[in-house]
């Protein structure tokens, strides 16, 4: 007796839908679980120095703010506080000098607006390369 009719042995197949779905699902949840940091990073240029080489003038340019807001660039006190006069001190200051670092000495009670507009100064003059002089509470 044969209770069988068909024979016939037919190959597993897998069905893709189901599949997809859950992958789908996966992503979806990756999607928003993961938290996107956007990293802000400061570009700073280092000077490089050899012992055996030795410049013939400093390349800093000295700026000092006083407490009462006056400016001194190189010792030289600015009559105008403005950016514009800054600017051109700093650069009267930095003649002949390729790649000057602006040395900041601000006085621990000066305003941080005088602070910021020496920057903005040195910024508009073309010379990105700024530095702050402190001292050690020795």
Known sequence: MRF???NRWE????NLIPMIDV???IIIFLMLTTTYSKYAGLEIDLPMADATQSTGQP???DVAVTAAGQILVSKVPLAAGDNQA???A???AAAGREK???VINADAKATHQRVVDVMQAAQSAGYPH???ATQSAD
């Open 59 to 61: 390349n800093e340019i």
């Open 11 to 14: 190959e597993p197949e897998i």
């Open 130 to 132: 700024i530095s702050f």
């Open 90 to 92: 700093l650069q009267q």
């Open 23 to 25: 992958l789908l699902v």
């Open 86 to 88: 800054i600017a051109v």
């Open 4 to 6: 069988q009719r068909n």
């Open 100 to 102: 000057p670092v602006i």
